[in-house]
């Protein structure tokens, strides 16, 4: 499995075969679901699907290391499924609510590598999904050329304070780059 730092992002999720509302940590959903994957990357792929379409479900064939799942994993991919139009709902949401699943209390240096993983797994889930051939916008065109290079970019040091606020900017442009290649890929839905 993924040797990761935690990362509480969380999501209320309603079970349909249990009534309870519980939050479910993305970390225990990839154990379950036995992916090998940094959660920030899983989520990157997740948001990269959910830019093309939200009901589109080709990644768990990328994430799944089984041809059988049980049902315990199963489940899982469910929720991931779930957690894919949540996204989606984030992404579209004219109160700019996307997060990146990176939480304040992690080291510089875990927010960093959780940043590049997310921005590889969004990489990666672009060039699976096709999406990539299909944008033309300069902003669009420039953010996924400045994603390649955050997705490369080394981890910082946790004693030098300017790395921090170099990283919330980084972290920022990826937000923001994911909500509009997101918002010019649904104009017309």
């Not at 990269?48 to 089984?66: K, P, S």
């Not at 949401?93 to 875990?110: E, N």
Request: with cysteine; charged share 20%.
């Amino acid at each position: 499995m993924y040797n990761d730092t935690t990362f509480c992002f969380t999501i209320q999720k309603i079970m349909t075969i249990n009534t309870t509302i519980e939050p479910i940590t993305l970390e225990k959903i990839i154990e379950q679901a036995e992916i090998d994957f940094a959660p920030a990357f899983v989520h990157g792929v997740l948001t990269a699907y959910a830019c093309h379409d939200e009901n589109d479900r080709h990644w768990a064939i990328l994430l799944q290391t089984q041809e059988q799942l049980t049902d315990k994993q199963s489940q899982a991919f469910q929720q991931l499924a779930e957690m894919q139009q949540a996204i989606g709902v984030a992404l579209a949401d004219s109160d700019l609510s996307f997060q990146l699943p990176i939480t304040d209390d992690a080291s510089i240096k875990q927010q960093s590598l959780a940043t590049r993983d997310w921005a590889s797994g969004l990489w990666f889930g672009l060039q699976q999904n096709d999406l990539l051939e299909k944008i033309t916008d300069e902003t669009n065109v420039e953010f996924i050329r400045d994603l390649k290079s955050i997705s490369a970019m080394p981890l910082l040091d946790d004693d030098d304070k300017h790395n921090l606020a170099d990283l919330l900017e980084i972290q920022e442009y990826c937000r923001m780059g994911v909500i509009g290649l997101f918002l010019s890929n649904h104009k017309n839905s």
